[in-house]
Structure formats: C-alpha cells, structure tokens
Nanobody, 124 residues
C-alpha cells in the first residue's frame, strides 16, 4: 500500500504563490507516476498536473499552464506543486494522487492512491 499526505495549502491573495507538497510512504517503489487534482465546492474533481517517476514527462491542465510547476524528489519520496500568479478560481481542495502504471492521465479513475487533500484559498 501507499500513503499520501499533502501539505502547504493556505490563504493567499490573488497574484501570490504557494508551494504544495505530497509526501509518499509505504511501498513507494511501486509508484510510476503522481499527480495533483483539485475540487472546488459544488464542482467535480479536476486534473491539475501529473509527472512520471523519472520526471521525464509532465502534463498540465490548460488552466494552470505557465503558472504551476510540478516536480518530484524521489530521494525524499515527495512531489511538489509550485503555484504562482494564483487566481480566485484556483480556490479548491487540492489532492495528491499516485498510480502504479506509467503515463500521466488526466482521468482521476486511473489513479490508485489518494491523499486527504489540502485547502487552497485565493482571495481577490
């Protein structure tokens, strides 16, 4: 099994930055790719970004391209999401996810493990 714990969320003004972290534990050697998803109140969970184990491949939602950067530190079993130029519409509960197969899919159903989420609130 794999356990995921997110941190780094908080309240920030529009235009500001936050850095989210996702610490993985357990059978981390099985993880092939990881991703970030978010869910705003009353909306469905949506894809934000994903990265392969080797960091050779990444994917981003159009809404965050150029503003967010996903990265991994495999030595520390940690994934990051650097979020810059934040907008009020980025407000959501951000989830970390991991999958055992290769690829960086945008569908949440293709991820095997999930964290509990960290809240990001962007004020206007």
């Amino acid at each position: 099994q794999v356990q995921l714990v997110e941190s780094g969320g908080g309240l920030v003004q529009a235009g500001g930055s936050l850095r989210l972290s996702c610490a993985a534990s357990g059978r981390t050697s099985l993880i092939a790719a990881m991703g970030w998803f978010r869910q705003a109140p009353g909306k469905e969970r949506e894809f934000v970004a994903a990265i392969t184990k080797s960091s050779s491949r990444t994917a981003y939602a159009d809404s965050v391209k150029g503003r967010f950067t996903i990265s991994r530190d495999n030595a520390k079993n940690t994934m990051f999401l650097q979020m810059n130029s934040l907008k009020p519409e980025d407000t959501a509960l951000y989830y970390c996810a991991a999958r055992l197969n290769m690829g960086v899919p945008v569908m949440s159903q293709l991820y095997d493990y999930w964290g509990q989420g960290t809240q990001v609130t962007v004020s206007s």
